[in-house]
């Protein structure tokens, strides 16, 4: 399935938020390994996510390398593309609350906030490939189940939102996003998702 525009700004804007302003995906390389993952039908959230978790490590580094290409982050989409995968093997009888004991108090113990944890995770393991007819459609429940359930953790964080709310804005835009506009929207859901999630512990696993 072809990349969008929309999607290949959202990954020079994901690149550009982690390196902190740095170029975006100009080099004839970096060209070539969006071309071979979307050859392989590898989504752009899967993509995105692997770069975060790139840029994660990196980040605990004492000397992290200077020069970064997206070729470098090509073992972090294989990992992610291994894990989906198993997910499916697994199939819905798949043990939907795993993980959920590492997730910080009072969370940990809200009945429904694990119950939406726990569809999410078998919706995820009951994803068909990007090339079935029914991919798109399921897609959107495995988001929408996502959202709902990082909607529950966000309520239970009460006034401490508000400081993660300022500091992703201001990285937003010091990655040169537009505010309101598409990627904008996508950045954001994707990387607010990520730090409700750290700050309960909740196990996304590269989703």
């Known amino acids: 399935?072809?990349?969008?525009?929309?999607?290949?700004?959202?990954?020079?804007?994901?690149?550009?938020?982690?390196?902190?302003?740095?170029?975006?995906?100009?080099?004839?390389?970096d060209y070539r390994q969006v071309l071979t993952w979307e050859a392989g039908s590898v989504p752009m959230d899967?993509?995105?996510?692997?770069?975060?978790?790139?840029?994660?490590?990196?980040?605990?580094?004492?000397?992290?390398?200077?020069?970064?290409?997206?070729?470098?982050i090509d073992r972090d989409v294989a990992k992610a593309m291994k894990l989906r995968e198993s997910m499916l093997r697994a199939g819905p009888e798949m043990d939907a609350g795993k993980g959920w004991d590492q997730v910080k108090a009072p969370l940990r113990e809200d009945p429904a906030a694990r119950a939406a944890f726990e569809a999410w995770q078998r919706l995820r393991a009951s994803s068909p490939s990007p090339e079935a007819a029914g991919y798109l459609a399921h897609h959107d429940q495995e988001r929408e189940a996502r959202a709902e359930m990082l909607e529950r953790a966000e309520a239970a964080l009460g006034p401490a939102a508000e400081p993660l709310r300022a500091e992703l804005r201001q990285r937003l835009l010091a990655a040169d996003m537009k505010e309101g506009g598409l990627v904008w929207k996508r950045a954001w859901n994707h990387h607010w998702g990520r730090l409700v999630a750290a700050a309960w512990a909740l196990p996304l696993e590269g989703a």
Do not use: C, I
């Not at 929309?6 to 390389?29: N, Q, Y």
């Open 1 to 29: 399935m072809p990349y969008s525009r929309e999607e290949k700004d959202w990954l020079e804007r994901e690149w550009a938020f982690r390196a902190w302003g740095r170029a975006g995906l100009l080099s004839t390389e």
């Open 46 to 72: 899967l993509v995105v996510a692997a770069l975060n978790v790139f840029f994660d490590r990196r980040e605990k580094r004492e000397k992290p390398r200077t020069f970064v290409a997206l070729k470098h």
